[in-house]
């Protein structure tokens, strides 16, 4: 019998996060664009300058149904012509506002993509805000908000922004809007939101994908360069400010069989020099089933299917100054909902106490650094952490930038930057769950003062 000997591993090659090679339209619309072999679905990402806060008082959601009304018509194609025509290329058509902005994204054949473009660009320059198509997204938009309130989760991400935010501030409030204020919303609304923030000389485009044999220039000359507007004018976003005065609210859900949990604070962004290790000790506390948190809730008490620690940018300005979102979200049983709140809060002191070790923070820069190439393996994931950048004010260079020092990141780092980043008497934590259960022995651990709202 022949035996073969076991294959070997080759050399591993080096990689990097692509690098764009950016420009400017003579509309004034900002090019990024990446060539990708092999890519041949090509990946378009539009930033449109038109952030949650620019929304007019009264009229939450409005930036959302904008985003999605773009798609529903323009001044050549009814909204069924256009789903059309974008399905005779065999594309794709998304946007969706956050607090930074609009975003639209389009993914489509790199054989199609000059057709393609060429509606984008209607979209973009001429949408028709249609009464009926506008007052159907409202309709479509009021049906969801039901449904998102009974979510556990979404309804715990509500009231921890409500919290942490003061009530003036547009990220206290839900981004797509409130039933209240979402029914106010009308066609004659959204145009006048789209004419005061959408313009290609305040908009990024990043386009991403096998480019072999197009004339990019020439496409977007004759696409996306014919979208015309005035000069942005300069505005300047609301400085961020959060109370995490540590505290615990109950969202009572009378009879729930589990408590959903949700803990955070505002914390570093992206142009902070911390985050690199911060991103590496929260992995370390929460990012994945080997991580202190879930082995000691999941694994050791089986209070819950996995708890994780993460942070979330929430908005950045051109000065870079921003903030993150920092929290620990997961689900646990009611009965053991006090039980793993004491653990989850033991888990936080032992850190600050005794910090991580090298094994731990060897696995997770093991993993967040190995696990790029395969991230990025699509032109989507490329388009969409290039337009992430663009959005937050960063360098092109950043994501590249960002794996090489994840790599230089030491444990004493880590363990400080994720000490800082969720220090045990500073977190606001929002529970989701039958209050008649969990309030007494929740009040019993003294990690806040109790309050308990309706769900």
């Known amino acids: 019998m022949d035996f073969h000997p076991q294959p070997a591993g080759g050399t591993p090659r080096p990689w990097a996060f692509p690098a764009p090679e950016r420009g400017t339209l003579d509309n004034g619309l900002t090019v990024l664009r990446c060539h990708r072999p092999g890519q041949q679905v090509v990946a378009v990402e539009i930033d449109l300058d038109a952030p949650l806060d620019a929304e007019p008082e009264g009229l939450d959601g409005v930036a959302t149904i904008m985003a999605r009304a773009l798609s529903e018509g323009t001044d050549k194609h009814t909204a069924e012509e256009f789903a059309a025509e974008l399905e005779r290329c065999g594309a794709t058509l998304d946007a969706h506002a956050d607090h930074p902005g609009v975003r639209v994204s389009l993914e489509v054949p790199a054989s199609r993509l000059p057709k393609a473009l060429g509606l ?53 409030r839900p981004r797509q809007g409130t039933e209240e204020t979402v029914a106010r919303i009308d066609a004659a609304a959204v145009r006048a939101f789209y004419e005061a923030h959408v313009r290609p000389a305040s908009a990024t485009a990043v386009v991403v994908g096998d480019l072999t044999g197009i004339d990019l220039d020439a496409v977007l000359a004759e696409s996306l360069g014919t979208w015309t507007g005035t000069a942005a004018k300069p ?15 109950i969202v009572d859900r009378p009879g729930a069989v589990q408590t959903q949990l949700l803990i955070g604070r505002v914390g570093p962004d992206r142009h902070d020099r ?9 992995y370390c506390l929460g990012g994945t089933l080997t991580s202190r948190l879930d082995r000691v809730l999941r694994e050791e008490k089986g209070y819950t299917y996995g708890v994780r620690a993460f942070g979330q940018v929430l908005r950045s300005t051109a000065e870079g100054t921003g903030a ?12 053991h909902t006090g039980p793993a ?13 005794e910090g991580l070790t090298d094994a731990e923070r060897d696995a997770a820069v093991h993993n967040l650094v190995g696990v790029a190439p395969l991230r990025y393996e699509t032109a989507a994931a490329v388009a969409g952490t290039l337009a992430d950048q663009v959005e937050q004010h960063l360098p092109d260079d950043f994501q590249a930038e960002l794996y090489r020092r994840l790599a230089e990141t030491g444990t ?44």
């Open 120 to 172: 984008l660009a209607e979209a973009l320059r001429a949408p028709a805000f249609a009464d009926s198509e506008v007052e159907r997204l409202v309709r479509n938009r009021l049906d969801e908000i039901p449904h998102e309130t009974a979510n556990p989760a979404r309804r715990a991400a509500k009231q921890l922004y409500a919290e942490l935010f003061p009530a003036a501030s547009r990220m206290s």
């Open 235 to 249: 505005r300047t976003a609301p400085p961020v400010t959060a109370d995490d005065r540590g505290r615990v609210v």
């Open 274 to 282: 911390v985050w690199p290790a911060q991103v590496v000790g929260t």
């Open 324 to 335: 993150a979102l920092l929290a620990i979200n997961g689900s646990v049983d009611t009965p």
């Open 341 to 353: 709140l004491d653990d989850l809060w033991k888990v936080l002191r032992t850190l600050a106490e």
């Open 412 to 455: 004493v780092e880590a363990t400080a930057a994720v000490v800082s980043a969720f220090p045990p008497d500073r977190l606001v934590t929002v529970l989701v769950g039958d209050a008649a259960v969990i309030r007494e022995p929740v009040e019993a651990l003294g990690i806040g003062e109790v309050t308990v709202v309706s769900g």
